[in-house]
Nanobody, 127 residues
């Protein structure tokens, strides 16, 4: 029901910024909580940030709090991840995902809550 395509990844020096975008197609995009996850080589996929379908509630993993900002523009069917003060440990493939929830205020952080996934975009932060 929902198709997701990420863009905006690339190579950046430590301390720099990137903005990732996730374009969604589907009739009920605004009814999904949206999340960003990342996976580094040899590691499990981990939660980064989520935003409720209302757009009013957000939640971040501690290591990105204060540096990353998730937002959504339902009129454009797009979710964003603004990443500032990037560190080498942020290097990973970043995935956007959609979670079908019954609440406009849910901010799920678990992998299994998300049923739709994008293809991923590579973010590399050099020291």
């Amino acid at each position: 029901q929902v198709q997701l395509v990420e863009s905006g990844g690339g190579l950046v020096q430590a301390g720099g910024s990137l903005r990732l975008s996730c374009a969604a197609s589907g009739r009920t995009f605004s009814r999904y909580a949206m999340g960003w996850f990342r996976q580094a080589p040899g590691k499990e996929r981990e939660f980064v940030a989520t935003i409720s379908w209302s757009g009013t509630n957000t939640y971040y993993r501690d290591s990105v709090k204060g540096r990353f900002t998730i937002s959504r523009d339902n009129a454009k069917d797009t979710v964003y991840l603004q990443m500032n003060s990037l560190k080498p440990e942020d290097t990973a493939v970043y995935y956007c995902a959609a979670a079908q929830t019954g609440s406009a205020y849910s901010i799920p952080s678990g992998l299994r809550s998300y049923g739709y996934w994008g293809q991923g975009t590579q973010v590399t932060v050099s020291s």
